[in-house]
């Protein structure tokens, strides 16, 4: 039988672009990130150092875990799709409707995965391993 040799030619064409996305999409993404947002009503603990490329290529965590934008209690946000910070939506003083306070969706968003995390060494309560003292 013939060999189509575009058919060869699309396929590792695409396997190239398909290659390239996944590698601009971790590049885009920073390696850390100073969580320190204005706002709250009283600013108690100091900023959190957050290890974002590690979470996402070390410990495997998909974005949808983190990224969301709901529609009809659909996460429809996709990884190459633009991120809002979470304060856009989360407001640092309460909770407006069914969108819980920004220091609430940080929390149940960090410990709700460590803490399922048995055994592994991701912090969970001790506030001192995702904050840093206050200056
Ligand atoms: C897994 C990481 C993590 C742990 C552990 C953690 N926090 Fe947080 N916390 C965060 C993040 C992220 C924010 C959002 C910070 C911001 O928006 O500036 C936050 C915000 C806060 C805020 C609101 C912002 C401020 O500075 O007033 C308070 C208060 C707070 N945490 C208290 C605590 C206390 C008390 C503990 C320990 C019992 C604790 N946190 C443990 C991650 C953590
Ligand atoms: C474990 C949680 C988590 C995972 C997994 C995660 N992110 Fe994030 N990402 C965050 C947090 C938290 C922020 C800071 C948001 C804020 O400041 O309000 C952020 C910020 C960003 C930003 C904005 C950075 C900036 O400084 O402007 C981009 C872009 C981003 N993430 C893309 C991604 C992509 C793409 C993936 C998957 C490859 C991913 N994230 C995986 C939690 C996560
Ligand atoms: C575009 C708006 C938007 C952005 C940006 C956003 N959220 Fe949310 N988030 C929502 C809405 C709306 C809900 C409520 C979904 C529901 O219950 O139907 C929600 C729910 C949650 C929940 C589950 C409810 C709870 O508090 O336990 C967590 C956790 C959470 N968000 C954390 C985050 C974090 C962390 C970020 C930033 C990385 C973020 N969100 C960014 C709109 C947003
Ligand atoms: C869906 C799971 C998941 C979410 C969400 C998540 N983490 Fe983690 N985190 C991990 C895993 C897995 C480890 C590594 C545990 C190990 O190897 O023992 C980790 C480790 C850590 C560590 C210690 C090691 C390091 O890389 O610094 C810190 C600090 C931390 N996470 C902060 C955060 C903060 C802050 C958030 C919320 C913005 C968050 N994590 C959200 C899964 C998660």
Not at 57 to 80: F, L, S
Not at 98 to 104: A, G, I, K, Y
Not at 108 to 125: I, Q, T, V
């Amino acid at each position: 039988m013939k060999k189509n040799p575009f058919a060869l030619f699309t396929l590792i064409f695409c396997g190239l672009v398909f290659l390239m996305v996944g590698v601009l999409i971790a590049a885009s993404i920073p390696e850390s990130i100073v969580i320190s947002n204005k706002g709250y009503d009283q600013d108690r603990r100091g900023p959190v150092n957050f290890t974002h490329r590690k979470h996402s290529e070390e410990y495997k965590v998909a974005c949808t875990e983190c990224h969301h934008e709901y529609q009809e209690d659909k996460n429809v946000w996709k990884d190459t799709d633009p991120v809002r910070k979470c304060v856009e939506c989360h407001d640092p003083v309460g909770k407006k409707g069914n969108v819980d306070r920004l220091q609430n969706a940080f929390h149940n968003n960090c410990h709700g995965c460590h803490k399922e995390m048995k055994g592994k060494e991701a912090p969970y309560r001790k506030c001192t391993d995702c904050h840093e003292k206050k200056s």
